[in-house]
């Protein structure tokens, strides 16, 4: 069983900042990719971000310039710093990784329960 855990969210004004946290724990042997993703109401789930367990990064058009993120891998944790929010981030962001349980196992998806992001104009 693997668990992610996000934290942050919450209600800020336009041009305000917010960081969310996610912490991986579990049975993980290694994390390749960690990611942000957020669904808002009636819309699909999109991808906002992602970054590879050597750093490398990966950001939707909507949010380059503007948001952040970055994650510790002696503590599986990733962080997503939001700023110059905007009415249209409100959604639930959801944190996920890509993980193996064990050298040889297959690499599993794990996704957290989302926290809530409201941006009001």
């Known amino acids: 069983q693997v668990q992610l855990v996000e934290s942050g969210g919450g209600l800020v004004q336009a041009g305000g900042s917010l960081r969310l946290s996610c912490a991986a724990s579990g049975s993980i042997f290694s994390i390749n990719t960690m990611g942000w993703y957020r669904q808002a109401p009636g819309k699909q789930r999109e991808l906002v971000a992602t970054i590879t367990s050597r750093g490398s990064t990966n950001y939707a058009d909507s949010v380059k310039g503007r948001f952040t993120i970055s994650r510790n891998n002696a503590e599986s944790r990733v962080y997503l710093q939001m700023n110059s929010l905007k009415p249209e981030d409100t959604a639930v962001y959801y944190c996920?990784?890509?993980?193996?349980?064990?050298?040889?196992?297959?690499?599993?998806?794990?996704w957290g329960q989302g926290t809530q992001v409201t941006v009001s104009s």
């Open positions: 996920n990784a890509e993980r193996r349980s064990s050298e040889y196992g297959p690499p599993r998806i794990s």
